[in-house]
């Protein structure tokens, strides 16, 4: 073999493989050790070593020196802000979402479809529904949410059959489980021009969101207002949530080159 190609080939592997140990840190695992990469990988400890200490060095990785422990390091968020500010729905959506929160003292969302799930694209905080985290980057399921529902409206019911299939996971005893309770949410989304979710993904939380749609009319993305159950109070605020969500959305959706 021509050495130039097995070097190109070895470079590449040693690519995916320290790309590969960045996906081990997760929510629930922000830090790991040495170790449990060795672990996790099946890769040999020297291999792991030199591909930590590679990462660490390009800034991927940040290392606690009292700890040992290793996290995602600051290089990585530098490149998630080139990435959402290269996003024509994030630049379209983010004041927009961030005068929803502040008029409504809710969380506002905005999400994407990725596969068979939504990628939260950007998120704000309201006084009334704070959090301690951001929801910006995170994976939710299309099923389970107000957001996903939103996104999936206008599709045909074999399409969302080969996306979703027929069965899906509970969350909650509230959670649509099947394609037929799931199509008839869509239906009513259809109807009323956004969707809701009352404890599906979580106990003691409600969301209410909204479409948003490109210039082609295709949905493109979805907005949202979250909370808690007593936050949205949504047999009493449904129909002022759920105006104020369509007309913030309909902004975004404007734009982005979207003539009502």
Known sequence: MNPSVGTAVAGTQSVERALSLLAYFTDEHPERRIAELVELTGLGQSTVSRLVSALEALGYLARDERSGLHRLGPRLISLAG?????SPVHRAARQVAQNLAHETGLGANVAERHGDQ????????????PRSFTLTGRLAPLHATALGKALLCGRRAEDVRALLGEEYPAFTGRTL?????????LDEVGARGYATEVEELALGRACLAAPVRDRSGEVVAALSVSGSLSALDLPEREAELARRAIEYADQISTGLGYLH
């Not at 939504?118 to 529904?129: D, I, K, M, N, T």
């Not at 489980?177 to 949410?185: E, G, I, K, W, Y």
């Open 82 to 86: 080139v990435a959402l500010n290269q």
């Open 118 to 129: 939504l990628f939260y694209l950007c998120h704000f905080e309201g006084p009334r529904a």
């Open 177 to 185: 489980t099947r394609l037929d309770a799931l199509l008839d949410a």
